[in-house]
Nanobody, 119 residues
Framework: QVHLVESGGGPVQAGGSLRLSCLASGRTLSRYVIGWFRQAPEQEREFVAQVTWSGLPTFYSDSVKGRFTIARDNTKNTVYLQMTSLKPEDTAVYYC????????????WGQGTQVTVSS
């Protein structure tokens, strides 16, 4: 079992930056890949980025590549999503999720944190 809690969302103006945090707890976190997803109103949930607990490799969606950075701090059991050059279309509820390294299915999810980017 992995328990995930997101924080750091809020309102921000276009062009601004925000850092989301995902605090993870549970056994053998090193076995898990942590991902960030987002869901805008009336849209499908979409993948944003992921990182292994060792820190590499990382993957990003094309829509955020070059603007968002995913990183982890093992001493704090926390995965961060640094978001820069934010656009109104980045507005969504952001979720972190976990999957075992040998699985393709993210099975543990946090409650989400709202990010609202105004133009």
């Amino acid at each position: 079992q992995v328990h995930l809690v997101e924080s750091g969302g809020g309102p921000v103006q276009a062009g601004g930056s925000l850092r989301l945090s995902c605090l993870a707890s549970g056994r053998t976190l090193s076995r898990y890949v942590i991902g960030w997803f987002r869901q805008a109103p009336e849209q499908e949930r979409e993948f944003v980025a992921q990182v292994t607990w060792s820190g590499l490799p990382t993957f990003y969606s094309d829509s955020v590549k070059g603007r968002f950075t995913i990183a982890r701090d093992n001493t704090k059991n926390t995965v961060y999503l640094q978001m820069t050059s934010l656009k109104p279309e980045d507005t969504a509820v952001y979720y972190c999720a976990a999957r075992e390294t040998d699985s393709t299915l993210f099975t543990f999810w946090g409650q989400g944190t709202q990010v609202t980017v105004s133009s």
